[in-house]
């Protein structure tokens, strides 16, 4: 079955799979589902399927799986959700790999002791929060990224945590456990990271595109600015000692 080139929005759930075999999803267009603990794609009891090329935005749960085994997800654009992923019971053998996490309160939530990848043959995804440093100028970030986020199930314990829930305090806490090696059976760990967001090839209506593209084409303006910059200081100072 092929669920291909829909729009889904305000909804509980965009698309909810349910005991399926081979399902490809690929193409949609998933946002603004947040009735009451929505999900732009709900996948359970979910076997060998595939989610590709989608662009999952601004739902309570971008994709929440629950019982969905062997699966890939893959070229997604992931972007802000209150929680980009939820690894859910039971859920395991899942290969999540070149997808785009962006601008999500919560990039990954998992079970205790996962058993999901996040790379294939040293490919892994792009995540918005994570220092995008290679000292040898590779498409790989020099640091396995960590999720899982502990905070999530703190916020099981005590619910009015929740308020605090995409703080600058909570994002600094999250950007220590990137180089911190806090204990916990819930995190996640990519160890191919992306310097550069992955390609989507389903860009959606002309002025998305243009969008992204001012996304992606921001850093590489602000460094070129930076070189043009840095080359006329070093004219100038030539120019003064001649």
């Known amino acids: 079955m092929v669920i291909n080139d829909n729009e889904v929005y305000e909804t509980r759930n965009g698309l909810m799979i349910m005991q399926s075999y081979e399902v490809r999803i690929k193409g949609n267009k998933l946002h603004d589902n947040t009735l009451l603990d929505g999900a732009g794609i709900f996948m359970f009891d979910t076997f060998d399927s595939q989610i590709k090329n989608n662009r999952i935005v601004d739902n309570r749960k971008g994709i929440y799986l629950e019982n969905a085994i062997g699966n890939d997800i893959s070229f997604n654009k992931i972007a802000g959700n ?12 899942n290969r999540n790999f070149l997808n785009n996490f962006l601008h999500n309160n919560q990039q990954v939530v998992t079970t205790i ?10 490919h ?5 929060d994570q220092r995008h440093i290679t000292l040898d100028g590779n498409t ?5 990224y960590k999720s899982g986020d502990a905070f999530h199930h703190m916020i099981a314990e005590e619910p009015l945590l929740q308020a605090f829930s995409g703080s600058p305090a909570i994002q600094m806490w999250n950007a220590i456990e990137q180089f911190t090696p806090i204990p916990s059976d819930t995190f996640i760990t990519d160890p191919y990271p992306l310097v550069e967001p992955a390609p989507i090839d389903h860009i959606g209506t002309e002025a998305e595109a243009l969008e992204e593209g001012k996304m992606l084409a921001g850093p590489a303006l602000f460094f070129s600015s930076l070189v043009v910059f840095s080359s006329g200081l070093m004219i100038m100072a030539r120019r003064r000692r001649l």
């Open 124 to 128: 892994g995804n792009y995540w918005d």
């Open 82 to 93: 209150h929680l980009g992923l939820d690894v859910g019971e039971a859920s395991k053998d």
């Open 113 to 122: 002791n996962s058993e999901n990848d996040f790379f294939v043959s040293e």
């Open 140 to 144: 790989l970030v020099d640091f396995a």
